[in-house]
């Protein structure tokens, strides 16, 4: 068994903090944080910032003071995450690694993605490099959850949310919009909208509800607006079809819908028939989409829960009590594995170990 130091670990633990500054912005690719360390002090910090751009191994070594330079042959380099060593839109890191002699490598975890998957130690350990992996492997493997389920389940990685009453409703009847959750909790999911790279409502909450949605309350980008439709043609003043962020529009109807702005794009889904979900998912990682938020509304949260196809579900429980008939809420078949307090909400987060 390979034996780390403390100050090993301060130097990953550091990586990790900077792979999640790339959140919302590299998915499908995984966040990654590198750091470069000689005689105990950091040279050099990086972190892979957006989908095509440098990597960070490469922007750790690109951040290296001149005077430093000459330090990286006897420097070690920490990473969340293997090295790269296929090309893809960027040239493989360990060349990179090889190139500048760095002679020391510390991983946390493996890169499960197809090409790499342990090659990239090989191929730094057959250029001599001195290679060694697994130093916080959990927390590692953490960070790559989601590249894991997009490469090896091949569709995207399914967060699920909602808000519901402490009776457990999520609407009230007669299809009236409500706001169930507070200002700290529609504050988080933006934040959630913002990490995502879609987000997906179905055809009846988009007309009962009339959403934008965007993210309006956390800084970043707003995601893809997805609306799954099968059964009802929606009108194109929608707001969920116009701002500036486009928009997946999947019908089942024989003929195109017609009349939307541009940034609509029209999918039919006719031949998914009872494979709805997973057609849909399917059309969605083949456009690179990493990572789905899905809010609802409740028919399409059921029928993820039922196929097992969601990942994580961020449920919003409010204080009130006044909404006493409506639409049950959602019921998760596993335990909640953590719960918050957000002002007067509690935040019930569940995790799906059988799909991971």
Not at 179 to 196: P, V
Request: aromatic letters at 8%; glycine letters at 10%.
């Amino acid at each position: 068994m390979i034996e780390f130091s403390q100050d090993d670990a301060l130097f990953m633990r550091r990586c990790f903090d900077l792979a999640r500054l790339g959140a919302g912005r590299v998915s499908p690719n995984p966040m990654v944080g590198a750091v470069l360390v000689y005689q105990g002090r950091i040279i050099g910090e990086g972190f892979h910032a957006a989908y095509g751009q440098a990597h960070a191994e490469v922007n750790a070594v690109a951040s290296v003071a001149p005077a430093d330079l000459p330090a990286l042959r006897e420097s070690t380099l920490y990473v969340s995450l293997e090295p790269c060593c296929v090309y893809g839109k960027t040239p493989p890191c360990t060349n990179l690694i090889l190139s500048r002699q760095i002679p020391k490598v510390v991983v946390s975890c493996i890169d499960p993605s197809p090409g790499v998957n342990g090659k990239g130690v090989e191929v730094l350990r057959a250029g001599g490099v001195e290679v060694r992996s697994g130093l916080l492997q959990k927390e590692g493997e953490e960070l790559i959850r989601a590249r894991r389920t997009f490469v090896q389940a091949k569709r995207p990685y399914v967060v699920l949310k909602w808000a519901e009453t402490q009776q457990g409703i999520m609407a009230p009847s007669g299809n009236v919009r409500y706001w169930i959750s507070g200002a700290y909790s529609r504050r988080l999911t933006h934040r959630l909208r913002m990490e995502a790279d879609a987000i997906l409502i179905g055809g009846g909450t988009a007309l009962t509800d009339d959403p934008e949605l965007n993210n309006r309350y956390y800084f970043g980008k707003s995601p893809l607006k997805v609306v799954i439709s099968p059964n009802t043609e929606l009108p194109p003043s929608l707001n969920l079809f116009h701002g500036e962020t486009p928009t997946l529009y999947m019908h089942s109807s024989k003929r195109t819908p017609g009349g939307f702005p541009p940034g609509v794009t029209c999918v039919s889904m006719e031949e998914a028939g009872d494979e709805l979900i997973p057609a849909v998912l399917a059309q969605l990682a083949a456009r690179n989409i990493g990572i789905v938020l899905a809010e609802g509304g409740g028919q399409i949260l059921n029928a993820f829960i039922r196929l097992g196809l969601w990942d994580e579900a961020w449920v919003f429980q409010s204080k009130t009590t006044f909404i006493r008939e409506g639409l049950p809420a959602p019921r998760i078949p596993v335990p909640c594995t953590r719960e918050e307090t957000l002002g007067g909400d509690r935040l019930l987060y569940y995790r799906n170990q059988v799909a991971q």
